[in-house]
Nanobody, 118 residues
Framework: QVQLVESGGGLVQAGGSLRLACAFS????????MGWFRQAPGKERELVAG????????YYADSVKGRFTISRDSAKSTVYLQMNSLKPEDTANYYC???????????WGQGTQVTVSS
């Protein structure tokens, strides 16, 4: 069973940076596509960034392109989301998710809150 544990959320001023981390365990990390989703109050959950199980083909939502970077460290079985130039509209609960190769995202972390003050 895959387990995902996020860390790194918090309160930051607009223009600041945060780095989220998601520790993966329970299966072979290199076989899983990883993604970061977010959900703000009253809004649907959206995919913010994703990275294939090979580590290539990064995906970014238009709203975060040029500001967020997703990466994975196979030695640590961890995926990161570096968030720069944060805006108040980035405020949300951020979730890490995993999918076996090209299947749908199936495993979810508990979420970490990111709050950006103006």
């Amino acid at each position: 069973q895959v387990q995902l544990v996020e860390s790194g959320g918090g309160l930051v001023q607009a223009g600041g940076s945060l780095r989220l981390a998601c520790a993966f365990s329970g299966r072979t990390f290199s076989s899983y596509r990883m993604g970061w989703f977010r959900q703000a109050p009253g809004k649907e959950r959206e995919l913010v960034a994703g990275l294939s199980y090979t580590g290539g083909n990064p995906y970014y939502a238009d709203s975060v392109k040029g500001r967020f970077t997703i990466s994975r460290d196979s030695a640590k079985s961890t995926v990161y989301l570096q968030m720069n130039s944060l805006k108040p509209e980035d405020t949300a609960n951020y979730y890490c998710a995993a999918a076996l190769r090209v299947q749908k995202y199936e495993y979810w972390g508990q979420g970490t809150q990111v709050t950006v003050s103006s």
